[in-house]
């Protein structure tokens, strides 16, 4: 390097430099995801999700965004102005669009699901939850084609399409096992009788029933059964009388007996007869029998409402219809003055039966008018106006009666009601038995409706009035039709007057369709495109009734909203889906809590309001977008990272919306704030992850100006030539140039910047590289002189104490790697690289660096303007002394700590009492530990996220979770009841929100399987049969052909019983489990399930089971599935299931992997969790049932078990890092004791073993208070225990290390020529008292940096715990340590130089060694690997020389040298130490040996003053055996000697020559400095 500096000088920055540039221009180089640096990679619960992720699971399969809105003045937030403040801000949230490549993305793009069933995508609005449910204003976001979707889907689905079919059954069928409902439902004294209350009897509430009622009640079952068998009666008679039908007409035509006339006529009906007997379905009998009920329905339900309105109407017109009557229009048709309940049903009937009419379509049911196409005149005529357009009042299934269906196929039996009649008529359109039996059939109407065309439009006019001419009366009775006019059509009812809908014709079963619709609607009360579940309630939930609705805010008092939201909370289905919704995730602040409220106990205020909405992930965003229902076209070329990038800045876009204002106090009285997660795309948190990892430039930039500058001060002098600013900043450069190149490194190697790496490592690694630089500086400075051996010597003294940091550097980041946090051991991984790449920086280029700067020291040039000359020659410039030892040891640390002994004791005694006043807080401080990083830790306090965080923890502290199961045996029936039992255990916990049994896919599935199986109640296709029982396996084993019937067994477990309430008391919301007690089971289950009525009670409770071969199992699973299209579980697939015809929609319809691997439960919430304490114990309380189930294993998952699964055992994980690098440091301090000091052959091996080991137990002792001190310490200071303050407490360990082991090293080898501990101690800090200053100087500037960062959580988690880690280590180390060992003086620990060697070199004895600056050997050539045995002779030449021979009796005792050793030193900065003179001047001749200060010294025990004239050959010379007078002793700065008188203004010159390369260089302190 000395010959060559040139390669060295350029290929370290140059391999930098590159690894920067190809390091740093990576993609992606930040890690924005809070899972990959916070989640634990080991343990049972990792490798749980390892496990999973093999097989794509992700999270919980949405991504979900909090939207809170919070009263400004803590008051309470149900009032009607500040909840219309939250619906608009919800209103423009939801709003929000984005342009992508031509398209316009809006929420219903990104939502997770907006649709209500297959072919209902962007036909309904997008789910999400929140308080506002309660009201109907909150019904805004159903636009209007959401509202038709819902009237159309569910509606009809759900009530009109089940339940109408079923009362027919029910009225007609089932009378007596329906007897007590029908009456509870009709009597309001009967319903008071059986403990219902008077509301109770309201023939509505029959729809209800028959769609609530247990498949066990006999009026269910009556109904269940009667319904299966009446559709299929009806569907087999009515296809087979066509069919019979169609056949006799053939057989007329053929015959040629009928008139030819007709032929044509009867050809075609024989056509339409056989095509409907081949291709009428059970949907269309199930149709027909809807309406034909329907029919029925209107006189059933509406007989008091008419005969009301016509005692109205009556009231109005009647008497002016009489007088006109009697005066000029006798034949006008005045309405009787009351009307009987027959008189009003047949109206009723024949209303429905009448022409549809394109003039007022609902028409009016009243005999009045004169034709019923809506024109016709009031009062002249005894028709109503308008209906159906299809005539049923003819008996139903009359045709079958005449063609004797049920006798068709057995001839002989067979007899048709012509038989009787002469035969089948040959006119028999004509044949008043023919026209009555088969043209007067309900049936025959309906379904011979599809073949007439009709040209009908829905439309409203006004009913007409009478035409009399008599003013009054035309007048009178316009207005009262007007009144009465009904308006049933809505634009939605094609076609009409502004559509006319499809090309071709309508027919005339359409319009009796569409009428009896809008008559359905009437009756429910319904408007199609008008209500929406706020306006139209289903009655399913607590405190709704059918056709009720919800309550609203507006024009309501504060009073009566906190009433409504008193009430049980749904979604939107009324928790015929979910249930009902857990209140804690969305209403806080609530007084009394949310436990406590009821009708009774309501609500008297909240603070804040939580909505909930649920964003797709990527994947399913781009399937979602090629719908054919979208708005604005289906995007075909959006991909999943598209998609991604489409959802982040969705929700920043909505954050942007929802958060308006926030920080604004005048700005309405609710406060917005928001939060979404980073689940399928970054969210709040991968944002603010982002903004603080890259946040830290400035500080960062900050840190390192003032390490610089810190450098400077430091090594500038007003000396030019002596000056090393230059090479100062030069070495600054090098370590921020390998401080980034190691992290260009780490991306190359796919590790990215963490919050860690970015807020730990450059304010530690920059100091610690610094402090690498500073020994090398300090060691050139010591040596004295500019030669090449000079720099050899320096280099030779740094090269063991770099590498020594450097190792236990290595070794403390090293240890990191136990931690399982990814933040810990990826930032431990970055360090080991910076600190192995500042090695490299530091003794393979730097010093290259330093010999250009020697070279133009010697050549008299000025540092930073090193083109200039200086006025004076260099060589006069080396060795002078340096005013901060003077000022840091003399005139501050010596007469504090080692001086007087008044004043040292007392101190010593004050040290010892912080030492152990630091313990004890420490331990104290442990005892007090808290752990975890909340949120509201994370975002900066003047974020709105922080708002919502810390809001959040105090009011809503919820989070979602799930639970998982790998590969059980699923067809295992005990295996199947212990899945369902963790479920329900896991629910039962104290801060998990109560859930049905029912949403776990086991529980739904095995209930499928069995008699209870509610799926036929409202499936699509009334042709195919969805529950387990009608689906037929067909296999390859022994069970193939049959069904998937599935058993029940004796509660084995303590599974729950489903609730079953029978509508008396108080509403139940959750219908508790699955099983059933005796008393609500079938009888024939209770017999295959054993039970014995004489020995089992009715309460004996039974579950259900499936016990079927694995194949069977498989296939029935899928048919599942598949049949109820259910959402429930995660199944691992196969095969893509197939798509339906509208793309971006799919079945059920996949092949499930088998045997099982994964499934995963609903998702779940918990909550109550203010605190990591609480969340601790919601992890145990689940675990216990779930992770921990010795039996049957399964996994809860969730952010609660991502995030704070690590605080479980944290502190046991801090103990193991802690004891590990306790040991390691112990280890290393050890070997590095006993290596150095075995090396140097001075002492027998026990000794040094044993006196090396006694000293790594101090220095253990040390590392382990600090350690003890920095947690409890930083734990008083409100640090948490995680991840990121354990990695700060390890460095403790670190310093603790590098201090104590130079400190102890120095004293160990210490010159047994110090008798005295305290001599050794006054010997070793004056040599480490500067660079120890100096490395804790540059190490605590970039910690205290990271005091100013806005971030909170760098502030607390960074800043604190490395603040300590600062003062305690280098309090203990530099302070506690050194006055602890002046008091250990036992024998083992006398590893230095011998007294005689001591002598040889030193004749002053003590005195001449207690102020040496130099190693203890007499220079570098103490170092391991230097070449002590030349350059030894030479100094210990030099040595002799000087020693003044007055100076050996003043070696003093400790307490009597402080004010010797003082002396020294002041003299010598008066006379400009003679330390640092040219060697070249000097001659060894000059000085006597006795006068040296040093003493005859073997190069290592010289002390920094002796140093090596230039002109002296190291060769011919041993260290003990060369004469003082070849060489001029450079150690001799009067530093080195007690005595006042020692340094003289005679002496210095003749010192000062030497010293240059001798003395100075020797600063072996490098080795033992920082």
């Known amino acids: 390097m000395v010959k060559m500096p040139w390669p060295y000088l350029a290929i370290m920055p140059l391999a930098y430099i590159l690894l920067i540039y190809f390091g740093w221009t990576q993609d992606d180089y930040v890690e924005s995801n809070v899972s990959e640096i916070w989640i634990p990679r080991s343990g049972s619960y990792a490798q749980d999700n390892k496990y999973a992720a093999r097989f794509g699971k992700v999270d919980l399969g949405t991504s979900s965004i909090a939207a809170m809105a919070i009263s400004r003045d803590g008051g309470n937030i149900f009032t009607p102005d500040r909840l219309e403040e939250i619906r608009a801000r919800m209103e423009a949230a939801e709003e929000a669009t984005l342009e992508w490549k031509g398209h316009t993305i809006t929420w219903e793009d990104v939502c997770a699901s907006n649709n209500v069933g297959l072919g209902t995508t962007y036909e309904f609005p997008c789910a999400r939850i929140t308080p506002l449910d309660y009201f109907q204003e909150a019904g805004w976001f159903f636009e209007e084609n959401d509202r038709v979707t819902w009237r159309n889907s569910v509606i009809r689905k759900s009530i009109v399409k089940p339940i109408i079919p079923r009362f027919g059954i029910m009225s007609q069928y089932c009378p007596t096992q329906c007897q007590h409902q029908i009456t509870l439902r009709n009597s309001e004294a009967y319903a008071v009788l059986n403990g219902y209350d008077a509301s109770y009897a309201n023939p509505l509430g029959l729809l209800g029933d028959i769609a609530s009622m247990e498949m066990n009640d006999p009026c269910k079952r009556c109904i269940e059964e009667n319904f299966e068998v009446q559709i299929n009666n009806l569907l087999l008679a009515t296809k087979g009388s066509f069919g019979v039908l169609a056949q006799q007409i053939g057989i007329l035509i053929q015959s040629g007996a009928a008139d030819p006339s007709s032929v044509p006529q009867l050809a075609t009906l024989a056509g339409q007869y056989g095509q409907l007997a081949q291709s009428l379905t059970r949907a269309d009998a199930e149709e027909f029998f809807t309406y034909y009920t329907t029919r029925g329905l209107y006189p059933a339900f509406n007989l008091d409402g008419y005969k009301e309105a016509y005692d109205q109407l009556v009231a109005v017109l009647r008497t002016p219809c009489l007088q006109v009557k009697a005066t000029t229009r006798p034949d006008l048709i005045c309405p009787n003055e009351t009307v009987t309940d027959d008189e009003a049903e047949q109206a009723m009937l024949d209303h429905a039966d009448g022409p549809f009419s394109s003039y007022n379509t609902a028409g009016s049911p009243f005999p009045w008018w004169s034709d019923a196409s809506g024109t016709g005149k009031l009062f002249e005529g005894t028709s109503g106006v308008s209906g159906s357009g299809i ?52 049936t025959y109407n309906w379904f011979m409706a599809v073949y007439e065309t009709q040209d009908s439009i829905c439309q409203n006019n006004n009913l007409t009035g009478t035409q009399t001419q008599v003013v009054a009366l035309d007048v009178g009775s316009a207005f009262a039709m007007q009144e009465a006019t009904q308006n049933w059509c809505t634009k939605h009812d094609v076609p009409n007057k502004d559509n006319s809908g499809r090309e071709t014709s309508y027919t005339k079963q359409h319009f009796s369709i569409m009428w009896y619709d809008l008559f359905i609607d009437t009756f429910l009360g319904i408007e199609q495109g008008v209500d929406s579940p706020f306006t139209w309630t289903l009655g399913q939930g607590c405190g709704y009734s059918l056709a009720g609705e919800r309550d609203q805010y507006a024009d309501s008092n504060e009073t009566s909203v906190l009433a409504s939201a008193s009430e049980i909370l749904y979604y939107i289905d009324e928790g015929t889906s979910v249930g009902p919704i857990d209140r804690n995730i969305l209403i806080g602040g609530a007084n009394p809590s949310i436990e406590e409220i009821s009708s009774e106990n309501p609500l008297e205020e909240a603070t804040v309001i939580q909505s909930l909405y649920a964003i797709a992930f990527p994947e399913n965003v781009v399937k979602k977008v090629k719908n054919c229902n979208r708005p604005g076209g289906a995007i075909e070329d959006m991909n999943a990272a598209e998609a991604e990038e489409i959802l982040e800045n969705f929700k920043e876009e909505m954050e942007k919306i929802w958060v308006k204002g926030w920080n604004d106090d005048n700005d309405g009285e609710v406060q917005f704030v928001y939060f979404s997660d980073d689940a399928g795309s970054v969210g709040t948190t991968g944002r603010t992850l982002l903004d603080i990892t890259l946040d830290n430039g400035k ?25 090393r600013v230059l090479v100062t900043l030069i070495g600054v450069s090098l370590v921020v140039l390998a401080y980034f190149a190691s992290l260009g490194l780490a991306i190359l190697f796919d590790i990215k910047i963490n919050i860690s790496t970015a807020w730990t490592l450059p304010f530690i690694i920059i100091g610690i590289g610094v402090d690498d630089v500073y020994i090398v500086l300090m060691s050139l400075k010591k040596q004295g002189g500019y030669s090449h051996r000079s720099f050899l010597r320096a280099m030779r003294e740094v090269a063991v104490p770099v590498t020594m940091t450097s190792v236990v550097n290595c070794l403390m980041f090293a240890v990191m790697n136990i931690s399982d946090i990814p933040a810990v051991y990826l930032t431990a991984t970055v360090a080991v690289i910076c600190v192995i790449a500042l090695y490299m920086g530091v003794l393979f280029c730097f010093p290259a660096y330093c010999w250009l700067d020697m070279e133009r020291q010697a050549a008299g040039k000025m540092d930073v303007f090193f083109c200039l000359n200086s006025d004076s020659d260099g060589s006069s410039h080396a060795g002078k002394e340096d005013k901060r030892q003077v000022w840091l040891y003399e005139k501050f640390y010596y007469p504090v700590v080692l001086g007087a002994p008044v004043v040292r004791i007392v101190v010593h005694m004050l040290l010892f009492l912080g030492a152990l006043a630091l313990l004890g807080a420490g331990i104290y401080g442990m005892t007090e530990r808290e752990v975890g990083l909340g949120l509201e830790d994370f975002f900066p306090v003047n974020s709105q996220a922080f708002v919502w965080a810390d809001t959040r923890t105090q009011e809503l502290a919820s989070w979602a979770i799930g639970m998982n199961w790998g590969e059980i045996e699923y067809t295992d029936p005990m295996t199947q009841q212990k899945m369902i039992k963790q479920f329900e255990d896991v629910v039962s916990t104290s801060k998990v929100a109560e859930m049905n049994t029912d949403q776990l896919w086991m529980s739904k599935f095995l209930i499928w399987s069995t008699r209870h199986c509610t799926s036929n109640f409202d499936r699509d296709d009334p042709n195919t049969y969805l529950c387990g029982m009608e689906q037929t396996y067909e296999g390859d084993g022994d069970d193939s052909g049959t069904v998937c019937a599935g058993g029940w067994m004796k509660n084995a477990v303590g599974l729950r019983d489903k609730t079953i309430s029978d509508g008396r008391g108080d509403c139940e919301p959750f219908s508790g489990g699955i099983c059933r007690p005796a008393s609500q089971m079938f009888a024939e289950d209770l017999a295959l399930a054993g039970h014995i009525n004489e020995t089992d009670s009715d309460t004996t409770s039974y579950c259900p089971f499936a016990e079927w071969s694995d194949g069977k199992f498989k296939w029935c699973l899928e048919q599942w599935r598949n049949l109820t299209n259910t959402g429930s579980g995660e199944f691992i697939t196969d095969s893509d299931p197939t798509p339906t015809e509208c793309a971006g929609e799919f079945y059920r319809d996949e092949s499930i992997q088998w045997p099982i691997p994964l499934t995963t439960g609903p998702s779940m919430w918990a909550f109550d969790l203010q605190s990591h304490e609480l969340t601790l114990d919601l992890l145990s309380e689940t675990r216990k049932f779930c992770d921990n189930d010795p039996e049957l294993h399964c996994w809860m998952d969730g952010i609660p078990y991502d995030y704070w699964s690590q605080y479980e055992n944290v502190f046991e994980v801090l103990m193991e890092l802690s004891f590990t690098s306790v040991a390691v440091g112990f280890a290393v301090a050890w070997i590095f004791l006993f290596g150095k000091i075995f090396g140097e052959k001075r002492h027998s091996f026990s000794k040094v073993f044993c006196g090396t080991l006694a000293a790594a137990l101090i220095i253990g002792v040390a590392i382990l208070i600090c350690l003890m001190a920095t947690i409890g310490i930083s734990i008083l200071a409100g640090v948490n225990l995680t991840g990121f303050s354990n990695m700060s407490f390890v460095l403790s360990i670190a310093f603790s290390v590098e201090y104590s082991v130079h400190v102890v090293s120095r004293w160990l080898r210490a010159p047994l020529i110090l008798t005295s501990s305290l001599e050794r101690v006054q010997y070793t800090m004056s040599f480490l008292m500067l660079p120890t200053f100096m490395a804790w100087i540059s190490s605590t500037i970039g910690v205290v940096c990271l005091a100013f960062t806005e971030f909170s959580f760098t502030e607390v988690f960074f800043f604190r715990p490395l603040i300590i880690v600062m003062m305690v280590t280098y309090y203990i180390g530099v302070y506690v340590l050194p006055a602890f060992l002046c008091y250990m003086n036992a024998d083992i620990f006398k590893l230095g130089k011998t007294e005689e060697e001591s002598r040889s070199i030193h004749p002053g004895g003590a005195s001449d060694l207690k102020l040496d600056e130099g190693d203890e050997n007499g220079g570098p050539s103490d170092e391991p690997g230097d070449d002590g045995e030349k350059d030894g002779v030479e100094l210990a030449v030099e040595v002799k020389e000087e020693a003044p021979k007055e100076e050996a009796p003043k070696e003093e005792a400790p307490k009597e040298e402080t004010p010797k050793e003082e002396a020294p030193k002041e003299e010598a900065q008066k006379e400009e130490t003679p330390k640092e003179e040219a060697p070249k001047e000097e001659t060894p001749k000059e000085e006597a040996p006795k006068e040296e200060t040093p003493k005859e010294e073997t190069p ?57 390369e001798s003395s100075t260089e020797e600063a072996p302190k490098d080795e033992d400095a920082d």
């Not at 500080?699 to 000056?723: G, K, N, R, T, V």
């Open 391 to 442: 005539n049923m009042a003819g008996e139903l299934l009359s045709m079958a009666f005449y063609t004797d269906i049920l006798n068709v196929q057995n001839p002989p039996a067979w007899n048709p009601l012509w038989d009787g009649l002469g035969g089948f008529p040959t006119d028999p359109l004509n044949h008043p038995v023919y026209q009555q039996t088969v043209l007067g059939d309900p």
């Open 1500 to 1556: 290592k025990e010289e002390t920094p003053k002796e140093e090596t004239p230039k002109e002296e050959t190291p060769k011919e010379e041993t260290p003990k055996e060369e004469t003082p007078k070849e060489e001029t002793p450079k150690e001799e700065t009067p530093k080195e000697e007690a005595p006042k008188e020692e340094t003289s203004a005679e002496e210095a010159p003749n010192e000062e020559a030497p010293n240059e």
């Open 699 to 723: 500080l960062m930039s900050i840190s390192i100006c003032l390490i610089a500058i810190f450098s400077i001060i430091l090594l500038i002098s007003p000396d030019w030539i002596e000056s």
